[in-house]
């Protein structure tokens, strides 16, 4: 878009309609394909797997895979703001090329094209749990195993209000497990989470 403000007179047009389609096209084969090579996974983990093969950081590191970046057309502005590397732009690319090869060649243009690259960022993505929170993992366990969900309480505030830190803890069936510390709530319910998960020995 940044391009065509600048040259109106381009007819090609932008990529936003093509981003549109891609980005359905990239939920459905990522989907299928974590169906079909995860056949233990309940509901909720394979959508935490979709969710981190499909990112905004994920595609635009398949975008630089690929090249993508280099074939960007960009406005003047955005081209010396180092468009070409900026995350979005580059996830945004990449939902539009796919979008297109559905539209040229059909679904199994698509899956050619996409599979190969999915399936190495699968792997990485499993084998750093990075698809996996500490809170969504701590809450599964306690759930299944105890019968309980974590409980998560703000036990202080520290700093001034323009750089706080939180401290919270979680709680298993009333009992302390964990305790951390963040910028944010969310993030030091993370810490706490993750502690009580070391703790565990899970």
């Known amino acids: ?12 047009g932008h990529n936003q309609r093509l981003e549109f389609l891609g980005d359905a096209v990239l939920d459905f084969i990522a989907g299928a394909w974590v169906y079909t090579h995860y056949s233990d996974f309940d509901e909720g983990r394979m959508t935490r797997l979709r969710a981190a093969l499909v990112c905004t950081k994920t595609l635009a590191q ?8 280099r074939v960007l057309r960009l406005g003047r502005g955005e081209e010396e703001a180092g468009g070409r590397e900026r995350d979005a732009n580059l996830c945004d690319a990449f939902e539009a090329l796919v979008g297109a090869l559905y539209l040229d060649g059909g679904m199994v243009a698509a899956e050619n094209f996409i599979q190969p690259l999915i399936g190495p960022v ?3 993505t499993m084998a750093a749990e990075a698809d996996w929170d500490a809170k969504s993992r701590l809450q599964e366990w306690s759930q ?3 019968g309980v969900t974590p409980r998560y309480r703000i036990v202080a505030e520290v700093g001034p209000d323009h750089a706080k ?14 305790q951390g510390s963040g910028a944010s709530k969310q993030a ?3 810490a706490a989470a993750q502690e009580a998960w070391e703790a565990l020995a899970l």
């Open 62 to 69: 398949l975008a630089r895979k690929v090249g993508i970046g």
């Open 1 to 12: 878009p940044s391009y065509i403000n600048e040259h109106p007179e381009d007819e090609t």
């Open 165 to 178: 830190t939180f401290v919270a803890q979680v709680l298993l069936d009333g009992e302390v497990q964990g």
């Open 144 to 146: 299944a195993e105890l």
């Open 122 to 124: 699968a792997e990485a």
């Open 188 to 190: 030091a319910e993370q």
